[in-house]
Nanobody
Framework: QVQLVESGGGLVQAGGSLRLSCAAS????????MGWFRQDPGKEREFVAAISRSGSTTEYQDSVKGRFTISRDNAKKTVYLQMNNLKPDDTAVYYC????????????????????WGQGAQVTVSS
């Protein structure tokens, strides 16, 4: 049974930092590209960041470029999202996701490209 478990969410003031972690089990982690998405109530889930199987390729939503960094540790089966200079608009539930990829350097931005999802972690940024 595949499980993705997020941790590290919370309440932070604008300008602060948080680091989200997502621990995977039940899958061959190194064969999956990993992504972070977020969702506000009443809105569609949106892409935040993605990382390739090898970790050599990353992509970000324009609004988080330069502030967020996605990384992974294949030995620990964990993906991270370091979030700096947080803004109130970053408030959302953050989800990690795993999508099988045949090519080690490929990344995917679409939610439909991911087969497994975590339960979500709330991030709240106060102004």
């Amino acid at each position: 049974q595949v499980q993705l478990v997020e941790s590290g969410g919370g309440l932070v003031q604008a300008g602060g930092s948080l680091r989200l972690s997502c621990a995977a089990s039940g899958l061959t982690f190194s064969t999956y590209g990993m992504g972070w998405f977020r969702q506000d109530p009443g809105k569609e889930r949106e892409f935040v960041a993605a990382i390739s199987r090898s970790g050599s390729t990353t992509e970000y939503q324009d609004s988080v470029k330069g502030r967020f960094t996605i990384s992974r540790d294949n030995a620990k089966k964990t993906v991270y999202l370091q979030m700096n200079n947080l803004k109130p608009d970053d408030t959302a539930v953050y989800y990690c996701a795993a999508g099988y990829l045949a090519i080690m350097t490929m990344v995917r931005r679409g939610p439909r490209d991911y087969q497994f999802w975590g339960q979500g972690a709330q991030v709240t940024v106060s102004s």
